[in-house]
């Protein structure tokens, strides 16, 4: 897969109409998912302005500090045609991209990349005072939820190297040694199985189990305790990984293998669900209603998904109240867990891509509980 795949140049029009279409003049792309999903540009997030200009009409252009000029050069984005306007210390490229901006036409309201740094919005504010500020991703979402057969593959080859990962959990977890330890056996493992970065690395023992975002500590894993593994990074072609599942040194307390069981039907029917015109929300009730008929559904208090793409977490959120429905090419994560405070937790993790068919998941490891 080459990145003319992943981030085609037709992407940039596919934009410049979605902006004229949603009432934007321009978008305002600053590094961050949004400017790399635009232009295939993974540029560093630096005081200086680096800037993806997209006129609702006319020609796009990206401020560059002269001295990045070489890397956006060599960066996908050189594909797209555009003109890279290169900036010298002792210019202001906000004015710059303003003047330039004003020659196409009046402009009245601009969307600004989700991640900007308040640093440049503000200063775009000064640049721009006549033109009301809204979030790119306004227009963008609509465009990065829908994942492209090349997006699917990415997210594919993701979930491939993580499970490879998982996949070696058993032989790391053992009684005796620290979350610590484990969690940095994994982070080798993860950039060895092809990810560029490692995002997280969550390894949570008994009590530690219940806090669903608990990163590692310096505790010691104990016989019979289980433990939650969460684990994810990102390739080098930007695209994602997520999975988590759930493990036991030795065997569990019988309370745990009891709501394991009910949480492991709960994932499964959840994903089972998965298909368009299905809504969000539908999803992560599916999951909901299985643990709270059992009695346990105080204990699962987080949402049931997050959508996933070149960002760990993005549209859509599978959660209550959202009532988009699924179409072809949206991937999110399904990890309903149970958490006991004091005691233990789970949660099981997979990455679904809605196909015409129905769900398909991107994670293959067992879900049954893995006793080590
Ligand atoms: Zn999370
Ligand atoms: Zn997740
Ligand atoms: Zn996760």
């Not at 004015?95 to 969307?111: D, M, T």
């Not at 005072?129 to 997210?155: D, H, I, N």
């Not at 969000?280 to 699962?300: L, M, T, V």
Request: glycine share 10%.
């Amino acid at each position: 897969m080459t990145s003319s795949d992943l981030y085609p140049v037709s992407r940039l029009a596919a934009v410049q109409e979605a902006t004229a279409k949603a009432g934007l003049d321009a978008l305002l792309l600053t590094p961050g998912p949004d400017l790399r999903y635009v232009s295939g540009y993974d540029a560093k997030p630096l005081e200086r302005l680096t800037c993806l200009v997209v006129p609702a009409s006319g020609e796009a252009y990206m401020m560059v500090p002269r001295l990045e000029l070489p890397a956006a050069q060599a960066s996908p984005a050189s594909r797209l045609g555009l003109e890279f306007v290169a900036w010298d210390e002792t210019d202001d490229p906000y004015a710059v991209a303003a003047a330039r901006l004003g020659r196409v036409g009046k402009v009245g309201k601009v969307g600004l990349a989700d991640r900007m740094w308040a640093m440049s919005s503000l200063r775009f504010r000064e640049v721009l005072p006549e033109a009301e500020q809204v979030l790119a991703g306004s227009v963008l979402r609509e465009l990065r939820m829908r994942k492209s057969p090349a997006e699917t593959a990415a997210l594919r080859e993701a979930g491939q190297a993580i499970d490879s990962v998982h996949r070696q959990v058993p032989e790391l977890l053992r009684a005796g040694r620290t979350e610590r330890e484990v969690a940095r056996d994994i982070a080798e493992a993860i950039l060895a199985s092809g990810h560029q970065t490692v995002d997280f690395v969550i390894v949570a023992s008994g009590p530690n189990g219940a806090s669903p975002h608990h990163d590692v500590s310096d505790r010691v894993i104990q016989a019979g305790e289980p433990v939650v593994v969460d684990i994810g990074g990102q390739l080098h072609n930007g695209y994602c990984s997520d999975s988590t599942r759930t493990y036991s040194v030795g065997e569990p307390p019988a309370e745990f293998a009891a709501y394991y069981e009910v949480l492991r039907q709960a994932q499964e029917a959840a994903c089972a669900a998965v298909r368009p015109g299905v809504s969000c929300e539908s999803i992560d009730a599916a999951a909901r209603e299985i643990i709270a008929e059992a009695g346990y559904g105080e204990y699962f208090i987080h949402r049931t998904g997050h959508g996933i793409g070149i960002e760990t977490h993005e549209e859509p959120y599978i959660v209550s109240g959202n009532g988009e429905p699924l179409e072809p090419g949206f991937a999110f994560s399904v990890e309903p867990g149970i958490y006991l405070p004091g005691r233990h937790g789970a949660r099981i993790e997979d990455i679904v891509v809605c196909a015409e068919s129905g769900g398909e998941r991107m994670n293959d490891t067992p879900r049954e509980l893995v006793i080590v």
